[in-house]
Nanobody, 123 residues
């Protein structure tokens, strides 16, 4: 059974930093892309960043480029999202996702999802 378990969310002031973690288990993800999406109240789920498990190539939404960094640790089967220079508009529930690739920015490309972790940025 595939499980993606997020952690690391919380409350932070604008300009601060947080690191989210996504622990993956239950299958081999070597051919998969791993991604972070977020959803704010009343808004659609939004792509944040993605990484190829095998090559490490990354893709970012324009809104987070230069501020967020996605990475993975193969030995721990864990994906990270380092978030710096946080803004109030980054407030959302952040979800980890895993899928066979394709359109990385599209939520429908992902087969597995975590339960989400809340990130709140105060002004």
């Amino acid at each position: 059974q595939v499980q993606l378990v997020e952690s690391g969310g919380g409350l932070v002031q604008a300009g601060g930093s947080l690191r989210l973690s996504c622990a993956a288990s239950g299958r081999t993800f070597s051919s998969y892309a791993m991604a972070w999406f977020r959803q704010a109240p009343g808004k659609e789920r939004e792509f944040v960043a993605a990484i190829s498990w095998s090559s490490g190539s990354t893709t970012y939404a324009d809104s987070v480029k230069g501020r967020f960094t996605i990475s993975r640790d193969k030995s721990k089967n864990t994906v990270y999202l380092q978030m710096n220079s946080l803004k109030p508009e980054d407030t959302a529930v952040y979800y980890c996702a895993a899928g066979p690739g394709g359109r990385r920015w599209f939520w429908g490309s992902y087969d597995y999802w975590g339960q989400g972790t809340q990130v709140t940025v105060s002004s």
